[in-house]
Nanobody, 118 residues
Framework: EVQLQASGGGLVQAGGSLRLACQASGFTFTDYVIGWFRQAPGKEREGISCIGNSDGNTYYAESVKGRFTISRDNIKNTVYLQMDGLKTDDTAVYYC???????????WGQGTQVTVSS
């Protein structure tokens, strides 16, 4: 069974940090690009970062560039999202997802809530 388990969310004050983790199972982790998305109430889902499967190339949306860092541990089948300098605008449910090559994301995790207070 394919599973993506996102964890690490919580309540933090503005300027603080959180580290999200996305634990994958049920598929060949090293064949997949892993992405992080978020959705705030009343807003569309936003792709914020992804990391390549073999080359480790990373992408960041402008909204998080310089504050968030994505990394992966192919031994633990886990992708991390280190979030520093959090802002109230970062409040959202964060999801991780997996895609193979340039295809669409076909595996999704259940989401973890991040709330940033002022």
């Amino acid at each position: 069974e394919v599973q993506l388990q996102a964890s690490g969310g919580g309540l933090v004050q503005a300027g603080g940090s959180l580290r999200l983790a996305c634990q994958a199972s049920g598929f060949t982790f090293t064949d997949y690009v892993i992405g992080w998305f978020r959705q705030a109430p009343g807003k569309e889902r936003e792709g914020i970062s992804c990391i390549g499967n073999s080359d480790g190339n990373t992408y960041y949306a402008e909204s998080v560039k310089g504050r968030f860092t994505i990394s992966r541990d192919n031994i633990k089948n886990t992708v991390y999202l280190q979030m520093d300098g959090l802002k109230t605008d970062d409040t959202a449910v964060y999801y991780c997802a997996a895609r193979r090559g340039n295809g669409g994301y076909n595996y999704w995790g259940q989401g973890t809530q991040v709330t940033v207070s002022s």
